[in-house]
Structures are given as C-alpha cells and as structure tokens.
C-alpha cells in the first residue's frame, strides 16, 4: 500500500519517486512525488514537465487507491508504458519501469539518505529520463529549457546562387540564440540540448523562426537544417507539413547531413513524403565523413552541398584533386541532381567552383548570414 501522510494543506505527499539514471547506471537523478496525483506532460506547471513534442500537453498521471500506487494515461498521442507494455490505467509498483511516449523512468521509494545522496530535485525541474545522459555535462540546461519555452532564437540567412554568374536563388537559414544567459552559437547550443536531450526541439525551433522570418518577403528558396536525432524519432515530417503551409509560394529544401544518410529505403521514403508537401530534399555535407556514394545513386537527393572541406584552396588544388571533384560533380549531374559549393570565400575558388560545373555556391564571396530585415529580398 503506498506510503502517505497529510500534507499541512490536506493533499498528500508521497514517499515515492521517479528515477531517471545515466546510461552508464553511474549518475541517479531523482524526483520526488510530493504530491498526488502527479501529472506528466509539456503543459508548464505540471509536476512533471517535459518539453518535448512527442509528449502530449497533459500526457498522464500517477495517483493512489487503497490498493496502491497506479498510472492513467490521459489519452496521450504516443502512449503511456509500465514494463514495456502501452497501459490505459495500470497499477504500478517499486522498481517498475515507467515510459511517457519515448521517456523513461524507474519507481523507486524515496528515503533520506538516497535524496542527500542523489539530490532531490524540485517538481518544476525538467526530469528528461533515459533521452537525456545524466553523467554529461549539464551546464547551462535549465536555461536552454527557458529558451526553447519562450523561443529565444531567431535566424540568419546567407545567401546561395547560381553558377556561372552569381545569381541569387535563395539562403540557407541559420540558427542564433538569444537567451542572455546562453551563447549564440548554434553549435554550442545543440552541445547543450544533446546534454539533456532536446536537440530536435531546439532544431525544430530554429526552422520555425526561420519561416516566421520571412514571411512577407520575396524568398524563392529556403534551405533548412535538420539535426541526425529526429531522424530517429516520429514528428519531423508533421513539423516540416506546417512549415510548408505557413511558407506557402516559397520552395522548401531541408537539409540531412551526410551521417544522416545511412538507410537508402528510409531515405527513398523521406524523399516521397517530402515530395508530397512540395519539400525538396538535400545532403548537407558531402565529403566531410564518409561519403554516402551507394546511398546517392540508389536515392538521389534533388541537391547536394559538397563540404567547405573540398572547397577551401580549390583555387590552388592539385590536378588529381580537381579532377575528383569534378568526377563527383558530374556524377551528380548524370543523376540529375544540383550541387552546392560551400565554402566559397574568393572570386578566384568561385571561378574554379563554376569549371569544375558546380550549379551552385553558397559563402563569405556570396555573402555573409544577415538578419531577414537586412537581406534585401
């Protein structure tokens, strides 16, 4: 039966808790259920807040009956879980593994001695289970937490055009941070998010100011960034299906990084649901790992950006380096695909960008990211 005493204001408080551990099992974070019932979901203000898309805005709770401890689903989108299995209203006990949609907790009772050992956390700490690996480090998560509820990001864009000519066609969007506590970098950004277990909301966030952005401005193209995490989870497509409505006459290009690009039938699949919102599909990065050759022929892309890395000192590359580049140029013409030279900083590298036959540039040459009010759509 669970453990309960009254609370000075009548509820009750529980000497039970929620326990999220590392992968390693080396770091324990805790959260007590001081109180009953205890609800989980997106909405702030809950006794368990969790800012992530897959979990619904009030997604269940864990309440008591004579009989103990149970958990009840509030008709969540993705589900709730006791040991693995999808529960309406299940009782649980200690030890039992809990899953909110794809986050993960152990119930364990609470006692002194753990709560000193491991720090009891306050219900309005965002407990982010086994997404988030407790043993990184964690400076500066509860402030991104604040960035992504207020959206404290905005975009840049840098501008992408044709070759020969320089012609503009578009800007790729570039994440920014604005929280006064946080740095702008995106890069150091999505180090924090990984920490805890948010980069596809942060990633998500960024491609939504992006489009808020230009609205209202004469825009051709945007190219917008995935992060590899949401490929491995539901919700992109959805997300990308609203951008494609509130950026409607604007053409869409998302871009998947090279190591993205690892199961051709996954990415065939991507490519068709993309094409039914009317979103191209591009492979950022080419070059800068191990080049996904067999997955560009069986599923090409409609552009590829070649990496800064192939680009830089191309005007003083040797023979045998040009003639590579130019190969896998040309092989991405015979399938029909644009490709992007990134990375052009000079007059000179675009000029033997352009006679390589590369059908687009994007860089320092170009263009520098600028704020949308500063671009001169």
Known sequence: MTETRPSAGGAFVSRWALESPSSGGRHIRRLSIH????????????????PYESISKEHAEIYSTSGGLRVRDLNSTNGTFANQIRVQDAPIHEGDRIRFADCEFRLVRRNEA??????DEEPDTAVL?????????????????????????EAVFQPIVVLPGGALVGFEAL????????????????????SIGVEAELSRLFRKKAVESTLGLKLERLFLNTHPRELEQPGLIESLSELSKVAAGVELVVEIHESGITDSLWIAQLRKELGRLGIKLAFDDFGAGQSRLLELTEVPPHILKFDRSLITGIDQAS?????????????????????VAEGVETAAQADVCAKVGFTHAQGFHFGHPVAAGRVGL
Request: glycine share 10%; net charge positive; hydrophobic share 40%.
């Open 129 to 153: 289970g086994e997404r988030a690996p407790m043993g990184a480090d964690r400076t500066g998560s509860r402030q991104l937490i604040e960035l992504l509820e207020l959206e404290k990001v």
């Open 175 to 194: 994440g920014r941070g604005r929280h006064p506590d946080l740095p702008e970098s995106p890069i150091e950004l999505l180090r924090i998010a990984e």
């Open 114 to 119: 753990q709560d000193e050992a491991h720090g």
């Open 319 to 339: 023979a045998a380096r040009r003639r590579l580049i130019t190969s896998l140029v040309q092989a991405a013409g015979e399938l029909m695909v644009q490709t």
């Open 35 to 50: 109180m009953l019932p205890f609800r989980i979901g997106r909405r702030r203000g809950l006794e368990l807040h969790l």
